[in-house]
């Protein structure tokens, strides 16, 4: 219509209007400029057009923007903010001005804060992966188009990852939903090992593969070798008997009597001292089943203190036999 109106020597707005009365359609812009394409001059002069309108000088800029995209390696989003402009005046900025731009993703090195953290998380709760995504999203990672696969992480990794979790502890909820989660996953023909035995090479292999994993030092249980200290003389056969009578042979934690247990009763050192009937010290005992004397291994203070206090309250400090 402006070549129309040039030739013509009137207003765009006369040919448009005459276009209308004689029901002439107009072309898209699309449709006007196809096939056609712009000179490299006229490509430069709308270039210089587009950089002496721009609100934003520091756009026009290259080596302004080059310093701040490039070697201050910020994102667009972070330049329009310091500008005060929008996201896609830099973004049309950096074409006019051939400036390439960085591949899709977070940049390397770079950490999410805490709060963009927490904003993600809520984002996401209560939301699920439909079945035909988690599907695909499976085949798409496994065997060798896993990005680790065939690779092992080095060894720095691992101590940073190890550092990284430690202290850290999943709250009573999540245990929970995890639990849940694998109840049943394992279970019966689902387990990968129904209907299948280790081979007897694997079996050595997993030996192997486990000797002086929890040896000495290693073991939580570890006391500094105590349980290789022997025992006072007069706690002897005899008295470990006398022991088990004065409670009629039941455990003292289950009440589980001695045929329930499988063999005789332990008879387990309330003071955790071999030495109990050697030297001064009260004479505590009591017997326990085979799955009570484990727990008693663990957290020492709380039973020594719980035998100890229900033996004074029930029996006045007496458990065993006297002669």
Known sequence: MTQISGLLGCDPKTVQQALVKHEIPRRTRGEANVGRELSEETKRKLSKARQGKRKYTKLNDKLWLLQRYTVEDKTIKEIAKDIGCSYGAVQNAMVALNITRRKSGRRVGTHLSNETKRKISTANKGRTCPEDVK??????????????????????????????????????????????????????????????????????????????????????????????????????????????????????????????????????????????????????????????????????????????????????????VKR
């Not at 502890?169 to 989660?181: D, G, N, Q, W, Y």
Request: charged share 35%; glycine share 6%.
């Open 135 to 320: 599907e695909r999203l499976s085949k798409l990672n496994k065997g060798e188009k896993h990005p680790m696969y065939g690779k092992k992480r080095p060894i720095e990794t691992r101590r940073k990852m190890s550092e990284a979790r430690r202290g850290k502890r999943l709250s009573e909820e999540t245990r929970r939903k995890i639990s849940e989660a694998h109840k049943g996953l394992q279970c019966g023909e689902r387990h990968p090992m129904y209907g299948r035995h280790h081979t007897e090479e694997a079996r050595r292999r997993i030996s192997e593969s486990h000797k002086g994993l929890q040896c000495k030092e290693k073991n939580p249980a570890w006391k500094g070798g105590i349980s290789f200290e022997p025992y006072c003389p007069k706690f002897s056969r005899e008295f470990r008997e006398r022991v088990r009578d004065y409670f009629d042979r039941r455990c003292y934690l289950c009440n589980k009597t001695e045929k329930e247990n499988g063999r005789r009763l332990d008879v387990h050192h309330v003071l955790y001292n071999k030495n109990t009937c050697c030297d001064k010290s009260p004479k505590l005992f009591v017997p326990l089943c085979k799955s009570c004397h484990m727990k008693t291994g663990f957290n020492r203070e709380y039973w020594q203190e719980f035998f100890a206090t229900s033996l004074m309250f029930l029996t006045n400090g007496e458990c065993f």
